[in-house]
């Protein structure tokens, strides 16, 4: 694995400035990475194609770049064996060489060069093409009034579009007038943490396990986060009961984050018939929950009871963070609320975004672009598991093979020096200790690898990376 083209994916820096300077960025970026000893002889680069979509270029610039090596004598290309470094003189020894040759390595410099923190999809897939017809069709036919401040619940174009498509593919209870779009799911969370509060809502249970920038949102907004166990079957639901002041509890039913269960069916009942004894509201967290690659997805939780559940979804995972879209299915009854706590006027989420994701999703192009990604990401899963089974046999992947990161559970003891071996070799990851709540017990370590972050072009690298800092290696 070490011999791959990919494993210098992360570390191109080019200086844009049109198509030659493009060019020349990446041949400098190439020569350096030979000369330092990252490209050793022999190493098979990306194909034109691959690496252009990877770096967000014209691949007839990655094209003429090769050529231009390759008369140089830097790269060598034979029909059928692809583009490789070539033979040549000892490089200047650098971090691979010194590595090769039993010599004292030091530590990487700058930052690190491969990046599987969990969070973020392979951006380089955002389906570009089909955006740009989509935004051309919804600006041809948008009326003039959706240049205008808008509704703050969001277009009706995407509501009702987005109503077909959750009760299609999440078994959501939906309808265009229980949607209320907003800027991502951050924002939608910090619009409920205001509905709580000026219904007197104090406490707002949370997992034990999970993102601290969701915690904060809510405390932001005055309320306490008591924390749920977690154990082998996702969060003890059951735990609900004891919590006498909660009045919502926020949850990740379909696939918990970080640890990656999924909610068993009587947990996922235990937590709706608390809500409808007490009056009380959960959050439901659907993160990534269109990729489910062991068997068909589980569907919602607000499908049992959409009076009890507020439903929060996002484009982020499966399209892209920077679009910032994403929207809440609520209980009729706080619609407005949720309006008025959002504005009078729709100022966050573009008009033309949502229109152009409407049509997206009518046209087919969003389920295509989703079962493509389910396979690439099932498939990068399955080469992780692959990878342990054959360079650390004693570790195992815990939880369902569904989303976009997966758990490697550690002894207890040993997540801090694993994580200060991943840092020397230039990989960034977390360990599960980052997500969990300050009141929770640590009953658990281990890392928390987010498989959907590289390129297609970093993966194997970052996958070789990860395999060497890990106990049993």
């Known amino acids: 694995m070490a011999n791959e083209w990919a494993t210098f ?25 030979v000369r330092s000893g990252r490209l050793t002889p022999g ?18 610039t990655v094209a003429d770049a090769y050529a231009d090596l390759v008369a140089e004598g830097w790269l060598t290309a034979r029909q059928g064996s692809g583009t490789r470094v070539a033979q040549r003189a000892e490089p200047r020894r ?68 987005l109503a077909g498509y959750l009760a299609r593919a999440r078994g959501v209870y939906a309808s265009p007038e229980r949607i209320v779009i907003c800027s991502g799911f951050a924002h939608g969370l910090m619009l409920m943490g205001r509905v709580l509060r000026a219904h007197r809502v104090r406490e707002v249970a949370v997992e034990s396990y999970g993102l601290d920038v969701h915690r904060d949102l809510l405390a932001g907004a005055g309320l306490r986060l008591p924390p749920l166990g977690c154990d082998e079957r996702g969060t003890r639901t059951e735990e609900l009961a004891a919590l006498k002041g909660a ?60 009076e009890r559940v507020v ?30 706590a959002k504005g009078h006027v729709d100022v966050l989420c573009g008009a033309l975004d949502q229109l152009t994701f409407a049509d997206l ?47 490697l559970p550690l002894p207890l003891g040993t997540e801090q020096a694993v994580l200060r071996s991943a840092a020397w070799h230039g990989l960034s990851v977390l360990g599960i200790d980052a997500f969990r709540h ?17 390129t297609d072009s970093a993966w194997p690298g970052a996958l070789e990376a990860l395999c060497r800092v890990l106990p049993g290696e």
Request: hydrophobic share 40%; proline share 8%; glycine share 12%.
């Open 9 to 33: 994916g992360a570390d191109l820096h080019l200086d844009l400035g049109g198509a030659a300077g493009l060019r020349t960025g990446l041949m400098d970026a190439l020569r350096e990475a």
């Open 43 to 60: 190493t098979r680069l990306p194909s034109s194609r691959q690496l252009a979509a990877d770096l967000g270029v014209a691949r007839n």
């Open 94 to 161: 650098g971090p691979a060489a010194a590595a090769a040759s039993g010599a004292p390595r030091r530590r990487a410099q700058g930052g690190p060069r491969h990046d599987l923190k969990p969070g973020t999809p392979d951006l380089a897939s955002f389906p570009r093409a089909e955006w740009l017809k989509a935004a051309r069709r919804a600006l041809t036919a948008a009326p003039n009034e959706a240049f205008g401040y808008g509704d703050p619940r969001g277009r009706i174009e995407l509501r009702t579009a």
């Open 247 to 306: 009045g919502a509890v926020l949850m990740t039913p379909a696939h918990q984050f970080p640890l990656g269960g999924a909610l068993p069916p009587d947990r996922r009942a235990a937590a709706v018939d608390w809500a409808r004894t007490t009056g009380g509201l959960v959050l439901e967290d659907d993160y990534d929950g269109e990729f489910r690659y062991d068997r068909q997805q589980v569907g919602a939780l607000q499908g049992l009871d959409p």
């Open 311 to 340: 439903y929060l979804g996002t484009a982020s995972k499966s399209l892209a963070p920077a679009l910032r879209l994403g929207w809440m299915v609520l209980p009729p009854a706080l619609v407005d609320e949720v309006a008025a």
């Open 361 to 407: 999703l009518e046209s087919g192009a969003y389920d295509r672009h989703v079962r493509a990604m389910r396979v690439r990401y099932r498939r990068r899963r399955d080469q992780l598991v692959a990878a342990l089974a054959e360079r650390a046999p004693g570790m195992e992947v815990s939880g369902i093979a569904a989303g976009l990161h997966a758990v």
């Open 438 to 454: 300050p009141s929770a017990p640590r009953t658990r370590e281990g890392l928390v690898v987010g498989y959907g972050t590289p």
